[in-house]
């Protein structure tokens, strides 16, 4: 699996945008990007997921450049209930026929306040 | 929701006493997780499930064992628990075939004495 390096926390203020960058040099072709949210006290949540260039959902944007050595997680607008730790993971889930064995390192704790 | 429930979510023991959380899901998934989440290592795994009566062992298996004997239950049990098992339990599952998208139940905080 590939190693991930992310940013060990960030801050930010309300409504600005906040850039996440997510560095995995090892990242195999099949490999997909994912990332997790996880707030105090709570179990990780599903945000997005992309394999290149850029997907959107309700919540974020991943941007993943050509090489595929990073990709960055876009919050728009954050508010302080965006305070949290965020995982960026990378792995190839038909490897194990879903029963991928996910490697989530110790991500950034985004930090927002008023 | 996924469906997920653990069980307890609290528990405090002794040092030697066996302990079983449990793992409960309600909607047939096949593959089921049990993580420990610390302070500085984020989630490693324990143990996984990919069918009834089918485990294997992830990065951080020693003293922890499972059992899966319904698709709906998943116990992960510290036979002798330790005070270094003291952690954060996460059990999770994936909600679609073919997919890395993992869903987590509550937790179960576990304290040993």
């Known amino acids: 699996l590939a190693k991930t390096t992310q940013p060990i926390s960030m801050d930010s203020y309300e409504g600005q945008e906040v850039n996440i960058t997510c560095s995995h040099n090892n990242i195999a072709t099949n490999d997909y990007i994912t990332w997790y949210q996880q707030f105090p006290s709570q179990g990780p949540r599903f945000i997005i997921q992309?394999?290149?260039t850029k997907v959107t959902n309700e919540v974020a944007s991943l941007f993943i450049p050509a090489d595929r050595k990073s990709s960055t997680l876009s919050l728009p607008r954050v508010s302080l209930s965006d305070t949290a730790v965020y995982y960026c993971?990378?792995?190839?889930?038909?490897?194990?026929?879903?029963?991928?064995?996910?490697?989530f390192g110790t991500g950034t704790q985004l930090k927002v306040e008023l | 929701d996924a469906g997920i429930t653990q069980s307890p979510r609290h528990k405090v023991t002794e040092t030697g006493t066996p302990v079983t959380l449990r793992c409960h899901q309600t909607?047939?998934?096949?593959?089921m997780y049990w993580y420990r989440q610390d302070p500085g290592h984020g989630l490693r795994l324990i143990h996984y499930?990919?069918?009834?009566?089918?485990?294997d062992k992830g990065e951080v298996s020693d003293g922890y064992s499972v059992s899966r004997s319904k698709t709906e239950d998943f116990l992960l049990t510290l036979e002798s628990a330790t005070s270094s098992q003291t952690s954060v339990y996460f059990c999770a599952i994936t909600m679609e075939a073919g997919t890395d998208t993992q869903y987590f139940g509550p937790g179960t905080r576990l304290t040993v004495l």
């Open positions: 993971l990378v792995g190839d889930w038909r490897l194990t026929g879903g029963g991928n064995k996910l490697t």
């Open positions: 992309g394999y290149k």
């Open positions: 909607e047939n998934h096949r593959y």
């Open positions: 499930s990919y069918g009834v009566k089918d485990t």
